[in-house]
């Protein structure tokens, strides 16, 4: 099978089984840089798991983080199992050493200094974006792919649908960011309404679009925070959502000149840490973040380390 052929029945197989956009562009990502290794440095002959072996050791040779090895090791049995078909044996691969490392939080001021020096993107509402990543603790893709229908003003809360995980979770929205999200829902809808008239469909999720095609010039099903342009989604001229690339450059551009090293993400590191020492209950903020475990919540906070009184101050 040519390489590229091998990357299209992966992704008609990703699509098949309604995996995530994201997990589609990495697995073939991986796949095609296995393909161009097997051509240049294996030989003919070679079982899979020998050429998985010989791939996963010079990742790790390279010094890889352990969860970036680990992805290429799920790509290439996706690959095997699901496409080709063909049973994998033990891989007895070099593997990266997974290290423990603590969660870094910016201290609040930090992060109300940023947030102060923000200017939005693009002309997007990047600001605003920012502020609900770290005032509902969200990942930067969650405030993105909000519909109209997921904000719930009256209810203060956010709906996030098929987030990490395919898990769907309410948070509610900060009493300081509602004029603004009003405002931005006008805006969507006004969108919307754009390209009702123009004949532009939203993307919707999954097969939604088939089995309900109205629903894609429903004001309710379009992004809060639409893209500019439309774009081709696989194959299909739609309106989509705002690039996280634009969070990413707002926060960088805020940051820098303060002298921090911050990026969105860690305004959720950030969200936990101070909800958590501000004597929050953490079950609630479990609920809030999305976590499966209680643990993952709680690894945000280091009382018991903290609570060492030091000899020298004895």
Not at 92 to 100: F, T, W
Not at 235 to 248: C, D, K, L
Request: proline letters at 5%; aromatic letters at 8%; one cysteine or more.
């Amino acid at each position: 099978m040519k390489l590229s052929e091998a990357i299209q029945a992966t992704r008609d197989i990703l699509r098949r089984k309604h995996l995530s956009h994201a997990t589609e562009e990495s697995y073939c990502g991986w796949l095609a840089r296995f393909g161009r290794f097997v051509a240049e440095r294996c030989q003919s002959g070679q079982t899979p798991e020998e050429k998985m072996e010989a791939f996963l050791t010079q990742l790790a040779r390279q010094e890889v983080a352990a969860s970036t090895q680990n992805q290429a090791f799920c790509a290439l049995l996706f690959f095997y199992r699901e496409v080709l078909r063909v049973p994998v044996g033990k891989v007895d691969s070099l593997r990266a050493k997974k290290a423990v490392h603590l969660r870094y939080a910016p201290e609040r001021h930090e992060v109300m200094a940023m947030i102060g020096a923000l200017r939005d993107e693009a002309d997007y509402p990047t600001s605003l974006i920012v502020k609900l990543i770290y005032g509902c603790g969200l990942r930067v893709s969650e405030p993105l792919n909000l519909r109209v229908k997921d904000v719930l003003l009256v209810d203060s809360k956010l709906v996030l649908c098929g987030a990490k995980g395919g898990k769907d979770r309410f948070v509610a929205i900060p009493c300081s960011l509602v004029p603004e999200l009003r405002a931005q829902l006008a805006f969507a809808k006004s969108v919307a309404e754009k390209d009702r008239l123009a004949g532009l469909p939203v993307k919707l999720p999954g097969l939604l679009a088939v089995k309900y095609p109205h629903w894609q010039f429903s004001p309710k099903w379009a992004f809060v925070f639409p893209a500019h342009r439309p774009c081709e989604f696989r194959g299909q001229v739609v309106r989509w959502r705002i690039h996280e690339a634009n969070i990413q450059r707002a926060v960088r551009k805020a940051a820098r000149p303060l002298g921090l090293d911050i990026t969105p993400h860690h305004l959720r590191h950030a969200y936990a840490t101070h909800c958590l020492n501000a004597g929050q209950n953490p079950r609630a903020i479990q609920q809030a973040m999305g976590h499966s475990q209680l643990e993952t919540t709680m690894g945000y906070l280091h009382a018991e380390a903290l609570s060492v009184a030091s000899p020298l101050d004895a």
